[in-house]
């Protein structure tokens, strides 16, 4: 006889986006732990990644806008 498991967690509550520099910082918070997530690109390779602190997805941005049309260059570049 199998047992029937119901998920307790809470829906995850989509918050109000932060604008900085020209980039959409996404917010969220965690449905089951309740922190709150900041949706930025990460430095090593500006895939969008979550975290908990704002100061460094800040940080992130602003390197991100430095170097994104280096990276994009250097892309299009490899391909040719």
């Known amino acids: 006889m199998s047992r029937k498991i119901r998920y307790k967690g809470r829906p995850s509550e989509i918050k109000e986006t932060i604008e900085y520099e020209g980039y959409e910082i996404r917010v969220l918070k965690h449905g089951n732990t309740g922190h709150i997530l900041y949706r930025y690109p990460r430095k090593e390779d500006f895939e969008p990644c979550w975290g908990m602190d704002l100061e460094n997805a800040k940080k992130s941005v602003l390197y991100w ?11 299009t570049q490899s391909k040719n």
């Open 65 to 75: 806008k430095d170097y994104k049309d280096l990276i994009v260059e250097s892309n």
